[in-house]
């Protein structure tokens, strides 16, 4: 059964309208029920916006693989773009959506790897989350204030799902540095243009610019593996 681009993108209007009950309530750790009625405007009809667009093009990138493997990158994309909006507004990277993510994501990566019977794409998604929070970790270590802690529980979910797609022990290694890269780059060039803007220093969440570096390398990995052992 192939994924239909479209099929995913519609799925991410309903998905849309959810994260934004969660970007709502969660912070406040409000009850999510009872469910409010959709909402077009402001934050809510922009993150319903970004959510099909971006499921449309994981359904793209992924629409010759199993349908477990496309809703654990499709559950991933809507992850990230839910805390990404609640760190830009409050600095934070909640716990409650974060969590249960990354459980979620274990048992849809060891549930379709075996399916698969591909079980060394374990080893691979493992390797990518140790790799990813062990490095933020050290960097969390030596600079808490440059480096909360929920970006280093992020990281575990994203290192999950791009070490699950790399060939080998060597790509899950280069498809994290990748990730990683475009993540301190962006976000490196956004602290700059702000704070030549503002004359002075203010944080910036860095939870988005680590969630553009881990989709741009599910949207385009493969590519990037090959340049980075080809080197």
Known sequence: MNADPFVCAAIGLPVGWFAGVLIDRVPDRLPLRPLPGVRLGGVHGLVMATMVVMFGLIGWRFWMEPPLFIAGYLLLGAMLLTVSVIDIALYRLPDRIVLPTLGASVVIVVVESL????????????????????????VHLISPRGMGFGDVK?????????????????????????????????GSVVGIAAL????????????????????????????????????
Not at 116 to 138: D, M, P, R, T
Not at 200 to 222: D, Y
């Open 115 to 138: 399916r698969a019977s591909e079980s060394k794409q374990i080893n691979y998604a493992l390797v990518g989350a140790l790799i990813y929070f062990g490095f933020l970790l050290v």
């Open 154 to 186: 992020l990281a575990a979910v994203m290192g999950l799902y791009v070490g699950w797609l790399a060939p080998s022990y060597e790509g899950a290694l280069a498809l994290v540095l990748w990730a990683m890269l475009i993540g301190f780059v962006s």
């Open 196 to 231: 030549i803007n503002r004359r002075k220093s203010n944080p910036i969440p860095f939870g988005p610019f680590l969630a553009l570096g881990c989709i741009t390398v599910v949207l385009i990995g493969q590519n990037l593996v090959s340049i980075t052992l080809a080197a």
